[in-house]
């Protein structure tokens, strides 16, 4: 079982200013912007959902707003590169046009692009209700897209994946025809990509999360890897590498959400260790040091997919 496998780790708390007293927490891993480091992160006061994303630089000990950013009005952001541009996203929330009470809002995900993040622009508005979209830049050029599908499609949220030749050629279409990864989540659970890292071989490393309600209706959110292989559509070697009691303890925006961790990247090192900074119980962001979960090749002779019952055990455990 995982628990029993998990090597060390040490968690270490990120703090930020100039937010007033606002939470700052599902953020993205750093990442290279014009020489220096940058983190986007989600802000909003603990009572609300209401979000922002900052762009943050590192001052001293804290992360300050990088004053030329923009400041958007999205939840969950996050990053990669592809073609030598900076290709941003984030989810924005709406008013549903036949919604209910308590149930308004409703969201999609928007795409921006640029060289950095002064120049970013958005390109891309992804279907009415679907989060965790994530990009990535394949070892021929052309463009991975992992999607999140919910209801007849994809349940409570199940993992699809499409390629495209270009940023320009993505479309509704493709994201909403992309096959799933069929097996790797039961259906009372949910889960999506965070971030994928393109590996010396050609597959794909990827980041993300499986989350279940417990009993007791609390939502229970763990980080995910698995291997991929873009062009057969094998995963392999999933497992989860961190929960909640991995990290420094802390509040929670509500009771039902102590038990989360939202993965927003890793952050890769060459002593074979990894960064995976995260947002906690929907309040916090910690960056947390483990083994590079990506670092040793990992056999596809699984097949099409892992033991179902084996890591449903392990997460559900916890």
Known sequence: MWRRQKAPTRAEQLHFAGVDDRDVYNITAPFLDRGRWVIAGRVERRESEHSETYFFVQSGDRWEPLREAPVLPLQDPFVTRIADELVFGGVETFIHPRGTPPRFLWWRTILFRGRDVGDLRPFFVGPDGMKDIRLVELADGTVGVFTR????????????????????????????????????????????????????????????????FDPDGR????????????????????????????????????????????PGGLVRRPDGWAELYAGVSDVGAQKLILPDPFAAPASSSAGDGPDRHSMAGDVREA
């Not at 949220?157 to 993505?170: N, Q």
């Not at 229970?220 to 559509?233: H, K």
Request: glycine share 12%.
């Open 219 to 262: 939502r229970n959110y763990y980080a995910l890897v698995f291997r991929f292989d873009p062009e057969t559509r094998r995963y392999w070697d999933v497992r989860v590498i961190a929960e909640r009691e991995n990290f420094l303890p802390g509040p929670a925006k509500r009771d039902d959400l102590t038990n989360v961790v939202f």
């Open 149 to 212: 599908p919910q209801g007849k499609k994809g349940g409570r949220g199940k993992i699809g994946f499409t390629r495209v030749a270009s940023l320009e050629a993505l479309t509704l279409e493709a994201i909403e025809e992309a096959p799933l990864l069929e097996g790797m989540f039961l259906d009372d659970e949910w889960g999506g990509v965070n971030a994928a890292y393109l590996l010396p071989d050609g597959t794909l490393g990827v980041l993300g999360h499986i989350a279940c």
